[in-house]
């Protein structure tokens, strides 16, 4: 079946530095991937939406600058913690669907834990 | 703004209990109704969905799910819960027109014990 990757599964960094997420089709094409942060015992919040080849759309009040996402290609997206702060802590969820009705897979999530 | 909101935030049962999660939304046009289930150190897994028809919804490992528009409401049930069903349960609602913009409950931990 469909699977979706995401890499790494956590990460720990300095304040002030940058991480990047990435989020993988691994047998479908995903024209569209969204991205999710969940807080502890908290619900999935959705960040934004990324199409292959356009610019990501940003919920309101998410950071674009901060939180820079691309879709260069119909199976990866990446999503870029800038300048990273200890508030920024959190697990990031990816999830990515090909065309049309096709099915929504989620990814395994990335805990990142800033220092 | 959409919400979705999931009463039970822990519950715990013994083997063999039935099960009935419950998930309200606020949104008045047309929806589609999601549960997601996530086991421990897993990826979130879909249980079931409604989109139209038959409000009465049978997903995968014996859940289903009655979607009331009236109530708003799309509660989640099992009639006999083992203990493999330990996991985080999620109700999401995509009113976006099947865009796969989900929104999420704040999820239910159900811990069943043997």
């Known amino acids: 079946g469909a699977v979706v990757s995401q890499h790494p599964s956590w990460v720990i960094c300095k304040s002030g530095t940058s991480v990047k997420i990435e989020c993988r089709s691994l047998?479908?094409?995903?024209?569209?991937m969204f991205w999710y942060r969940q807080f502890p015992k908290q619900s999935l919040m959705l960040m934004a939406t990324?199409?292959?080849?356009?610019?990501?759309?940003?919920e309101q009040g998410v950071e674009k600058d901060k939180f820079l996402i691309n879709h260069a290609s119909l199976t990866l997206s990446t999503l870029t913690v800038t300048s990273a702060h200890p508030e920024d802590s959190s697990f990031y969820i990816c999830?990515?669907?090909?065309?049309?009705?096709?099915?929504?897979?989620f990814g395994n999530g990335t805990r990142l834990t800033v220092t | 703004a959409q919400s979705v909101s999931q009463h039970n935030h822990h519950v715990i049962l013994s083997e063999a209990a039935s099960l009935e999660l419950g998930c309200n939304y606020s949104?008045?046009?047309?929806?589609?109704l999601f549960w997601y289930v996530q086991y421990p150190g897993q990826h979130l897994q879909l249980l079931l969905k409604?989109?139209?028809?038959?409000?009465l919804v049978k997903g995968i490992k014996g859940f289903e799910a009655e979607f009331i528009k009236s109530k708003f409401s799309f509660n989640l049930r099992k009639p006999s819960v083992q203990w493999s069903d330990t996991a985080e349960y999620f109700c999401?609602?995509?009113?976006?027109?099947?865009?796969?913009?989900?929104?999420f409950g704040q999820g239910t931990t159900l811990q069943v014990k043997p």
């Open positions: 999830s990515a669907r090909g065309q049309g009705n096709s099915p929504l897979h």
């Open positions: 047998d479908f094409q995903a024209t569209t």
């Open positions: 990324s199409n292959e080849g356009s610019k990501a759309t940003y």
């Open positions: 949104y008045g046009g047309t929806v589609n």
């Open positions: 409604y989109f139209s028809g038959d409000p």
């Open positions: 999401a609602v995509d009113g976006s027109g099947n865009t796969g913009k989900l929104i």
